[in-house]
């Protein structure tokens, strides 16, 4: 189902941007699929030590905690980066925008299923931006 709903995601957030003639809202959504998502699904299949399922309210996610662990960085590390160039400034702002777009878009990672988070992922960093940037 992923691959169906890819180029959903690439349109509606190329629509939000352009719409609001703010490229960064296409950029950082973008980023964040292309590199968070794979790096997840490699880092979570691949290594077996200290890497369990993870259960919400006593329900098992297909997810794992590495996985998980692994989008939240690489997801705040490309946030901090491409929002320090955006504004020019590096402060707490901008420190905890990155936060919580990478906070925001790994949980619509995990809560997503078949691949439907190739939509959740840059819907949920554009609507945090839309928010607050």
């Known amino acids: 189902m992923g691959s ?10 190329f629509l939000f941007s352009d719409l609001l003639d703010n490229k960064f ?3 950082l959504p973008m980023l964040i699929l292309a590199v968070c998502d794979p790096m997840a699904a490699t880092l979570g299949i691949n290594i077996k ?3 369990g399922r993870i259960k919400v309210f ?3 996610l297909n997810k794992t905690w590495v ?10 590390v490309i ?6 160039f955006h504004r020019g400034v590096f402060d707490f702002e901008t ?3 990155a936060m919580l777009v990478a906070l925001v878009t790994m949980f619509a990672e995990m809560i997503s299923w078949r691949g439907s988070d190739n939509l959740s992922i840059p819907l949920s960093a554009v609507l945090v931006l839309l928010l607050f940037l």
């Open 4 to 13: 169906y709903l890819l180029p959903i995601a690439i349109y509606l957030t």
């Open 25 to 27: 809202l296409y950029i």
């Open 49 to 51: 030590a200290y890497n």
């Open 58 to 60: 006593g329900k098992k």
């Open 67 to 76: 996985g998980s662990g692994a989008f939240l960085v690489s997801s705040f």
């Open 79 to 84: 946030s901090i980066i491409a929002l320090y």
């Open 95 to 97: 420190f905890w925008l």
